[in-house]
């Protein structure tokens, strides 16, 4: 996926030029808030940590600190994170979740889901060094049953790598057994499978899975789990079949219907904006009647709206 981002590496960089223009935008009375978020959704983010340092050269300040003090609400909090470098952006995210009041589920879904095993090892290393805990101490203090024990298994980050033809049969086979040929469920089967096979892999199981029993394997997991488990597990299917097409889910599920879930929005459409955001898009327009831009510019406004629509880049009719 190399180059499926929409914000690229800004060509003819100048740290010290930008950290200026920054300044500026925020000296004085009044901010200019459209001069911070043509800038910095115009650069990297590995730039955006350049800027930071020359700011700090020439100013003696800490460009975070002052742009939180002049911007405010969701736009700040957009601002911010387009500021935090990626996986130290991740593990912050993981820590709330697991030490705020309550355990945001939904985010320890998301990312363990969607990250390859050589960013999930990067997380559990920065989150030792940051925090001094173990990652998966923390999440198993944190979470019970079935939904934690998939958990502990996508932290081990040792997905196999390739497909392994010999086993495309009976993985399909054991699946199905589990489930639906089951009364009750046999969680065990799906959580290793699922947890332990390469995307690739997966996509030829679902595929013979559906030969076998004449369901698609989501249905099955429908019908045979429930609560977060089933979160976890209709997750990572999503993304054995498209990483991009689970992101486009979840951008529509977080902006359909009344209110809008802010805190998802901000952290896709920062994260992936380097990574997959154009694949992102096309998945968008083929599974729903409306195009990213579009939804966004209808959900969001002001300049948190602009900043957004910067980092999703374009229009899809």
């Known amino acids: 996926t190399a180059g499926r981002g929409t914000v690229k590496p800004h060509s003819g960089f100048n740290a010290n030029n930008d950290a200026e223009v920054l300044y500026k935008a925020m000296k004085g009375l009044g901010t200019d808030e459209d001069a911070i978020l043509q800038l910095l959704t115009a650069r990297s983010n590995a730039q955006r940590q350049e800027i930071k340092a020359a700011y700090k050269t020439l100013h003696g300040k800490d460009l975070v600190d002052d742009l939180m003090s002049e911007l405010g609400g969701k736009f ?31 985010v320890l879904v998301e990312i363990l889901a969607s990250r390859s095993p050589n960013e999930v090892n990067q997380i559990k290393s ?7 805990d173990d990652l998966e101490e923390d999440v198993t203090g944190d979470t019970g049953g079935h939904f934690k024990r998939m958990l502990v298994v996508l932290l081990q980050a040792s997905r196999q790598q390739g497909i392994q033809e010999d086993l495309i049969q009976s993985d ?26 390469s995307n690739a ?45 689970y992101f486009a889910d979840s951008l529509y599920g977080a902006m359909k219907g009344a209110g809008t879930d802010d805190q998802t929005l901000i952290r896709i459409m920062v994260s992936r904006s380097e990574v997959d955001m154009l694949d992102i898009r096309a998945e968008f327009r083929k599974r729903f009647a409306t195009s990213l831009h579009k939804m ?15 980092l999703c880049g374009g229009d899809d009719a």
């Open 172 to 197: 399909a086979q054991a699946l199905f057994v589990a489930g639906e040929q089951k009364y009750g469920t046999d969680e065990g089967q799906f959580i290793t499978i699922l947890g332990n096979r």
């Open 296 to 310: 966004i510019q209808g959900d969001t406004s002001g300049d948190y709206r602009k900043a957004l629509l910067l």
């Open 126 to 132: 920065l989150y030792k060094r940051e925090h001094n």
């Open 76 to 106: 700040e909090s957009l601002i911010v994170t387009l500021m935090t470098p990626p996986i130290m952006y991740e593990v912050t995210c993981l820590r709330d979740a697991i030490k705020g009041a309550g355990t945001d589920e939904k």
């Open 201 to 245: 892999h997966l996509r030829r199981v679902f595929e013979e899975y559906r030969r076998l029993s004449g369901y698609e394997i989501e249905e099955s997991i429908q019908r045979e789990t429930s609560g977060t488990l089933q979160e976890v597990l209709l997750a990572v299917v999503k993304c054995a079949r498209s990483v991009p097409g």
